[in-house]
């Protein structure tokens, strides 16, 4: 059975920086993307950066804005997102996510097939 578990949201001041992980079970790294989304409250959630669990290519939109990066232990069954300059605009709750789908750079939400719970990030000034 396929799991996703996010862990590492925190409460944080503005400007720091937070590592969330992604810790897979279910499935063998190698095949699929694993990527990382968020949603505030009221909005749609939105894709922040994925990585091919064979190749190692990664993805960014444009809401990363170099702030952050996504990278994978496959020793560990684990994706993680590395987040700095952290901003009271950015989304409370973050997603991790596995598709086999080939598009999977664009990060639709509906073309991703297994979802984390979430992991709630809150950055305050």
């Known amino acids: 059975q396929v799991q996703l578990v996010e862990s590492g949201g925190a409460l944080v001041q503005r400007g720091e920086s937070l590592t969330l992980t992604c810790t897979a079970a279910?499935?063998?790294?190698?095949?699929?993307?694993v990527g990382w989304f968020r949603q505030a409250p009221g909005l749609e959630r939105e894709g922040v950066a994925c990585i091919h669990t064979g190749d190692n290519i990664t993805y960014y939109k444009d809401v990363a804005e170099g702030r952050f990066t996504i990278s994978k232990d496959a020793a560990k069954n684990t994706v993680y997102l590395r987040m700095t300059d952290l901003r009271t605009v950015d989304p409370t709750v973050y997603y991790c996510a596995k598709t086999y789908a080939g598009s999977y750079w664009n990060m639709v939400p509906r073309r991703w097939t297994d979802w984390g719970p979430g992991t709630q990030v809150t950055v305050s000034s």
């Open positions: 279910g499935f063998q790294f190698g095949g699929p993307a």
